[in-house]
């Protein structure tokens, strides 16, 4: 069977809901949460959730380094290459009691950039009554939150939140939220001192997502929001790419001290639930994306066929510049058989954890204390790919969408219907168990912390389908099952020399085991391992300094450096040179990432303070790492021993240079107004490695085209005003808080959210009469317009 070559549905960047949320969560943390105290830097604050104008990351780190925990249960280091962001988005909203702590580890969780704790205990709650209403222009329309926290005798407390957000974007055609999400927390405090607390969180949501596309769409279409993934159908709007959450979670904890004055707690947690995206898959038909590169001019070279096209997007027509999904009935209701030429699918992950945690924590004696413990867990996620839709079509085959050939040749011939698993079913089990141990030191002004976490863990694939490329044990069953030995080491000093003039320095070293997508050549298909699996190990130095200039001043300065390296990376992409999908092995992946933080905060009257941070850093790769290629349909090598030439490439979309102010002024009469302005600079394109081989260098025709392989492309710096109001007063009794906030003030429409380039390559012939490569544009997303964002909350 012949099939169109289709685009490998994970290519794009992994959207961060924080650029939609970040004001919101602002708003909660004021209103609903006792004070962080997390002895943040002034850089730190303000970069939390600052820059959702732009594609940012924290010191342009991987998010494995940036850790959660719940009542000491690992929430992060997930088994796939992307966090939960909605499950930390839920519990920020939901959880008793949030901080944030940078440095040192507590209960056994370290991080070299921060984590998030969340305490499930409903006595830490902020007690009362509370319920707001939220109206936005971005990803929704309205929401509404309530949260009621109290005791209610006889050593129990409570705590009870409910949120949820609905409606469309006002701006981006297709971006929908439906979600809702509700939390109980039951704390009982026995007179011993020792208390239980059980967690119950649920948060199913459904949103709908907004796609990145070239340049030369966004020209076309004179739309910088332009989204390809929705198309018209029966007079409303349709998306083909939701993502869908539902994975209730549990929590309970028992904390008590013995006579000796230790502390010690035990949790246990399981998580089980589904998390899911949409798409459009096809086979013997064209693609149906409307910004396929065969359907833009840029990728064309018969001048009829351009004109055509261009006259064809300038006019509007959503036939043309959307998914065209009468069209794909169409095609489907005159389909051979009956079989479904285009289907709705949804990429399935059933979620299945549980965790069990053990601490103990010394109290201090001589001016030392230690805590130490161990976690155990235990993950399996089952992903599958299912019919959604069959789009007017009586059946599908469970074939390849991209081969044609059997998925499962154990159920030859078997036809797929709505709701059916089709194409890939495995399994990936992971087990793990954690030791931690800490030891700090205090005497007088001066402190000392220095601990460790080792972890034993195995992971291993188990596939429900053998595929007919990959017969017997190549795909079906256990594949060998990997170990690896994560750990983390670190040592922390303190020195305060008044109450606002310290300083801290830290140095750090850890190894963490690969994410499954990079230990398997093809974990949807097969049981094949990539070669050289090993551990990511990384190393690394933080120093932070607190001075004040005057009885009116602070200034902050902070330091790191993290050198990482060892790493590796699978990509799955069409390459247009074999003709066929394939695996693209990188090992041996080094990264350098340094940089200085400032900031500086000025009480300029009693009621008006100024606060301005700078950061400068840089983010790149060092070496060229090893590259193979295998034929994903077959695991055959096609290619080994070359090189990526990535030395002194960026390795991260967030900006290497940015800088913020926010001056706010409060009133006795509780009005508050805020003022900010926000800067990213040194920003690139994510780079693909692919165009940096030596093997699409040599086929460059010219030094000019070797160039545009080897140009990493530099993103216009961005900058946004925001301003915000404030207020609060006090009626019959009850205290009610008003806020407005308006998002990029000048309502600038051509800042770059950020961009990667693509794997694919357009063939043409050189001048010499030979063929040549010429790379894809890079794809990007551009940020939202003015917004605003408003918010009425009662309390009693």
């Known amino acids: 069977m012949a099939l169109s070559a289709q685009e490998p549905a994970d290519d794009e960047p992994y959207y961060d809901p924080f650029e939609d949320d970040f004001r919101e969560i602002t708003v909660d943390t004021a209103l609903f949460y006792s004070p962080l105290g997390d002895g943040s830097t002034f850089f730190a604050q303000m970069s939390r959730y600052g820059f959702g104008f732009t594609s940012y990351r924290s010191r342009g780190l991987d998010e494995r380094f940036a850790r959660a925990s719940l009542a000491g249960l690992e929430l992060s280091s997930g088994l796939g290459r992307y966090p939960d962001y909605h499950l930390y988005t839920a519990l920020g909203a939901l959880a008793p009691q949030e901080s944030r702590i940078y440095g040192a580890s507590v209960a056994g969780t370290y991080s070299p950039l921060y984590t998030d704790f969340y305490d499930i205990r409903a006595s830490l709650a902020m007690q009362g009554v509370s319920a707001t209403y939220t109206f936005s222009q971005r990803r929704y329309r309205n929401g509404m939150r309530l949260r009621a926290a109290g005791e209610a005798g006889r050593g129990w407390y409570y705590a009870v939140s409910a949120r949820g957000r609905w409606g469309e974007d006002a701006f981006v055609k297709g971006v929908f939220t439906d979600s809702f999400m509700a939390s109980a927390s039951v704390e009982k405090r026995f007179r011993s001192g020792a208390s239980l607390s059980l967690f119950l969180m649920a948060a199913p949501q459904e949103r709908g997502m907004k796609g990145w596309t070239e340049r030369e769409a966004y020209v076309l279409t004179g739309n910088n929001l332009y989204n390809p993934y929705w198309g018209p159908f029966q007079g409303k709007v349709r998306n083909s790419r939701v993502r869908r959450d539902f994975a209730p979670l549990a929590a309970v904890n028992f904390g008590i001290s013995d006579r000796n004055g230790v502390y010690y707690s035990v949790s246990v947690g399981c998580r089980y639930g589904y998390r899911g995206r949409s798409g459009l898959s096809w086979s013997d038909a064209s693609s149906p994306a409307p910004d396929y590169h065969g359907n833009l001019p840029g990728h064309r070279t018969e001048p009829h066929v351009i004109a055509a096209l261009e006259e064809a997007w300038r006019s509007g027509d959503e036939r043309v510049t959307q998914v065209d999904w009468t069209g794909l009935y169409d095609a489907n209701l005159f389909s051979s058989g009956g079989a479904a030429l285009y289907l709705a699918d949804r990429r399935m992950e059933r979620v299945e954890g549980w965790q069990a945690a053990f601490s103990a924590t010394a109290p201090e004696r001589d001016g030392f204390r230690c805590d130490y413990g161990f976690r155990l867990r235990r993950d399996r996620s089952n992903f599958y790919r299912e019919a959604a839709d069959l789009l007017g079509a009586v059946f599908a085959y469970n074939r390849d969408p991209f081969t044609g050939v059997e998925s499962d040749v154990r159920k030859p011939g078997r036809r797929v219907g709505p709701g059916d698993r089709y194409d890939y079913d495995y399994d990936i089990l992971r087990r793990e168990a954690v030791l931690f141990g ?165 009480e300029l009257a009693e009621r008006l303070v100024l606060l301005t941070v700078l950061s400068v850093g840089n983010n790149i790769y060092r070496g060229e790492p090893e590259v193979a290629v295998y034929e994903d349909a077959s695991g055959r090598l096609l290619l080994g021993g070359d090189r990526a030439r990535l030395d002194g490439f960026v390795h991260s979309a967030t900006p290497q240079t940015t800088a913020a102010a926010a001056l706010n002024y409060s009133t006795a009469s509780q009005w508050g107004f805020t003022l900010e302005g926000m800067y990213a600079g040194r920003r690139y394109v994510t780079v693909n490695p692919l165009r940096r081989t030596d093997r699409f260098l040599y086929l460059a025709s010219s030094p000019e085209e070797r160039q545009a392989c080897f140009r990493q492309e530099r993103l216009p710096d961005a900058w946004v005003l925001n301003v915000g109001v404030t207020k609060g007063f006090t009626l019959f009794g009850v205290r009610v808080f008003a806020s407005l906030s308006v998002d990029n003030l000048l309502d600038r429409r051509d800042i770059v959210y950020g961009g990667y380039e693509q794997m694919r390559f357009d063939e043409y012939t050189a001048a010499d009469g030979r063929n040549a490569y010429r790379p894809f544009p890079a794809r990007y997303s551009y940020a939202y317009p003015r917004t605003f964002l408003a918010s009425l909350t009662v309390s009693f």
């Open 438 to 602: 800490a030891g700090h030191y205090r005497y007088g002004r001066f402190g000392l912390s220095f601990g460790a976490e080792l972890s034993f863990a195995d992971l291993c694939r188990v596939g429900h389908y053998e595929k007919a490329t990959l017969p017997g044990s190549r795909s079906y069953g256990s594949s060998a099952v990997c170990g690896f030995t994560p750990y983390n080491v670190y040592v922390s000093a303190r020195y305060g020399f008044t109450a606002r003039h310290r300083l801290r320095a830290e140095v750090f070293a850890g190894e963490y085991m690969p994410c499954y997508e990079d230990i398997f050549l093809s974990p949807d298909y097969s049981n094949a391992l990539a070669g050289g699996i090993r551990s990511e190990r990384v190393a690394g130095v933080q120093a932070e300094y607190r001075v004040p200039l005057a009885w009116f001043a602070v200034a902050e300065l902070a330091g790191y450096l993290v050198h990482t390296h060892g790493a590796m990376q699978v990509d799955r992409y069409y390459d247009d040179l074999y003709s066929a999908y394939c695996d693209m092995v990188m090992s041996g992946i080094t990264r350098l990432d340094w940089g200085v933080e400032a900031g500086v905060r000025i």
